[in-house]
DNA sequence: TCCGAATATGAATACTGATTCATGTTTCAG
DNA sequence: CTGAAACATGAATCAGTATTCATATTCGGA
């Protein structure tokens, strides 16, 4: 892996990698091959999903791929990076004027299952990136665990929750929405999400202490 | 994937599908092929781990493999077993004469951390196998999540804990083992196993509220 | 209207790596 | 001792598939 071919005809790849579509027809393209990745990676996989099943998925030909796309690797990478995206937004947007912490938790995992139910695709995707693209993993996971921490560290000067160590439970608090997640999205568990949540989240404030 | 190839020599394929070695000679080159297997697929990965990189980790012709194993799949899907055995082990070994829930939370939290320290390679190769084997991996949660669920019932009957979704509960207690073991293992934090114990233990008990 | 840039095509290339196989070597029951 | 079963070897096969490339086609601005 990681044959770092250059060529890219005549499109400035960008600062950041990626090769821009200069007009409106090669934009909807881009997104057409980038969207199918996103089906066909999911189902598939990573290393089942051929460039063939996704130009195919697309509607395109093979060869075009490599007109937005300098390997099979880097649409994979984009994918964690809009994945991560997306759920950020997600949440930031569900939790945003909730001043309250442990209410705020309660909309933040609300918001986390109904985005991935809504996005299954997305979270194989960002399990499979732990082999695929280790780096986009690591960041996905810190980024979140980052805003984790400082939000329980202020919630704590607060007097909103009691003390703790924050990054301790921050994964903590992560690795209930992942599972809850996964049980719903890979395992198919139909419990509605609004009881998921108030079952956890009672576990969250008041713990199972009787 | 899934050739199905048949041949195996002379030596039996048991009902389980495992090939059986007849002599202890056969026997150590099987468990130093399984051994290598688990490091080599641990490190790399499922994709990056050539049938020769196991067989030259283990010591053997590449032609070996295939006198033990029917396929490359089929070593993984050994590893995925045996991973989930070794850990249902530990963590009923820990918990066995603790009578009380919230404290067997406690010790099987700890099992599972120290466990996992110890066996990072197996940590991987159970996350990849939503993606190789995903029967096996399906097999290694819900035999958890069962026993945990089934536990919580038993808890809450016994008035050790107060009553709520035993399902839901089990999965996001299972999510703050793997994710604190994820932090842990994948990504080297170093916080001493009891301190993180303590925190998560607190949290499980008695929640955040202050 | 016309041209160069952008976009699109799909066959050809190149390489990797799982699996097989023909051929030894070792073991052990009788 | 001895021959057949077990075990071991590593070179050859064989298929899949990422990537390239020579060749069209389309489009937007002058």
Redo the contacts with the bound molecule.
């Keep these: 892996?990681a044959?770092a071919?250059r060529?890219t005809?005549?499109?400035t790849d960008q600062s950041n990698g990626q090769i821009q579509?200069?007009?409106?027809?090669?934009?909807?393209?881009r997104k057409a091959i980038l969207s199918a990745a996103e089906r066909v990676i999911g189902e598939r996989g990573f290393?089942?999903?051929?460039?063939?099943?996704i130009t195919s998925e697309a509607?395109?030909?093979?060869?075009?791929?490599?007109?937005?796309f300098k390997?099979?690797?880097e649409v994979f990478s984009e994918l964690v990076l809009e994945m991560g995206r997306l759920v950020r937004r997600a949440l930031s947007e569900a939790t945003q004027n909730i001043e309250n912490r442990l209410d705020a938790e309660k909309a933040g995992l609300t918001a986390f299952l109904e985005f991935i139910r809504a996005h299954p695709d997305l979270y194989r995707i960002i399990q499979e990136a732990l082999f695929v693209d280790p780096e986009a993993y690591h960041a996905y996971y810190h980024t979140f665990a980052e805003g984790y921490r400082s939000g329980l560290e202020a919630a704590v000067k607060a007097g909103q929750i009691k003390p703790g160590d924050a990054d301790t439970r921050a994964w903590a608090l992560m690795g209930i929405s992942r599972s809850l997640g996964e049980r719903a999205v890979i395992w198919g568990d139909k419990t509605p999400v609004e009881d998921v949540v108030e079952t956890a989240h009672d576990l969250i404030v008041n713990g199972l202490k009787p």
Excluded at 21 to 29: C, D, H, I, L, V
Excluded at 47 to 53: M, Q, V, W
Excluded at 59 to 68: E, K, L
């Design positions: 892996m044959k071919a060529k005809g005549t499109r579509p200069k007009t409106a027809r090669g934009e909807a393209t290393n089942e999903a051929s460039i063939g099943h509607g395109v030909a093979q060869g075009t791929f490599y007109i937005y390997s099979k690797d």
